[in-house]
């Protein structure tokens, strides 16, 4: 079955960045593309951005452009998502999602199991 | 504040039938299909409704989905103490953004 398995949780200081990663697994990887999004404790779901896996392009919501990038590695079926700058508001739980299309057919399914990032000095 | 915009909380009881709503404009909904999903505590969103009224194999046909003009209302019949979740109604924007409500949370009384 289509599963999406995300690296462990992390602690990072204030300023430091953080990578969080997302393994494909039951489909081909390059074939659709990965969104990456959040939710901090008490908000709701965040859109961060997407990433194609076969050309490696990206985009990325207005709100993360220059601290955001989503980058990938195919021989390992391979997500990974890194924030930079890190402030306590970046506290969160990220999630990746693989997305059908994009208009119409964007709606991001399976998601991954969720990792937490907590932002603590 | 979200761009689509749910209502924060909704309650209902047990076999009663609750609509959640979500309203956007002409650059998401308006243009595009809505989808919606549940996030019970401690677990990853799942896609409940897509493309407007579509339901994913193993989804109960309580949950329904529609779409008029610029919003869009999940509605769940039958109310079970296993719907007590947050909700989130999603769609694309044609500024090339995904975008989420700000969540509704269902309580069962």
């Known amino acids: 079955q289509v599963q999406l398995v995300q690296s462990g949780a992390e602690v990072k200081k204030p300023g430091a960045s953080v990578k969080v990663s997302c393994k494909a697994s039951?489909?081909?990887?390059?074939?659709?593309?990965i969104n990456w999004v959040r939710r901090a404790t008490g908000q709701g779901l965040e859109w961060m951005g997407w990433m194609n896996p076969n050309s490696g392009n990206t985009g990325y919501a207005q709100k993360f452009q220059g601290r955001v990038t989503m980058t990938r590695n195919t021989s390992i079926s391979t997500a990974y998502m890194e924030l930079s700058s890190l402030t306590s508001e970046d506290t969160a739980v990220y999630y990746c999602a693989r997305v059908q299309g994009y208009s119409s057919a964007w709606y991001p399914d399976p998601w991954g199991q969720g990792t937490l990032v907590t932002v603590s000095s | 504040q979200s761009v689509l915009t749910q209502p924060p909380s909704a309650s209902g009881t047990p076999g009663q039938r609750v609509t959640i709503s979500c309203s956007g404009s002409s650059s998401n909904i308006g243009s595009n299909t809505v989808h919606w999903y549940q996030q019970l505590p401690g677990a990853a969103p799942k896609l409940l409704i897509y493309?407007?009224?579509q339901r994913p194999s193993g989804v109960p046909d309580r949950f329904s989905g529609s779409k008029s003009g610029t919003s869009a209302s999940l509605a769940i019949s039958g109310l079970q103490s296993e719907d007590e979740a947050d909700y989130y109604c999603?769609?694309?924007?044609?500024?090339?953004?995904?975008?989420f409500g700000g969540g509704t949370k269902l309580t069962v009384l």
């Open positions: 039951g489909y081909t990887f390059s074939s659709y593309d």
């Open positions: 493309t407007n009224n």
């Open positions: 999603a769609a694309w924007d044609d500024s090339l953004n995904g975008l």
